[in-house]
């Protein structure tokens, strides 16, 4: 069972990689996370605020990761154009905008007050 499972995390491991490797908004996005991290860490937050940025960035790398994985899908099951997977594409790139956009909402709500106080002293 224990052996199981940590085949489990293997492939899991393996899907993260992929996406690293082949997805530039994916590398974007960890970037971006590493970025805001940063400047998280000289501001005084609460361990609450660190929990919403964290849950944040995962909701936003693990919606990449999902459109990374419908596309791979839709690529192989039609491989030439076709509404139908060009639908189901935009949806799942339509879903990583959404997580983004809240998320830059969400980093502005956190991190803005406490940057713009230290920015006007």
Do not use: C
């Not at 491991?13 to 530039?24: D, E, K, L, N, Y």
């Not at 139908?84 to 969400?106: C, E, F, M, P, Y």
Request: net charge positive.
């Amino acid at each position: 069972m224990l052996a199981k499972f940590i085949r489990s995390l293997g492939y899991a491991w393996s899907g993260i990689r992929f996406g690293i490797r082949t997805q530039r908004h994916v590398r974007f996005h960890l970037l971006t996370a590493s970025v805001v991290s940063i400047l998280a860490s000289f501001l005084s937050l609460t361990r609450m605020e660190w929990a919403v940025l964290l849950l944040t960035f995962a909701l936003v790398i693990a919606a990449e990761l999902v459109n990374t994985a419908i596309e791979q899908a839709v690529d192989l099951a039609s491989p030439g154009l076709h509404p139908v997977a060009k639908a189901a594409k935009d949806a799942a790139a339509g879903a990583v905008l959404v997580t983004a956009v809240a998320a830059v909402i969400i980093g502005l709500l956190i991190i803005g007050p406490p940057l713009w106080h230290i920015l006007m002293k």
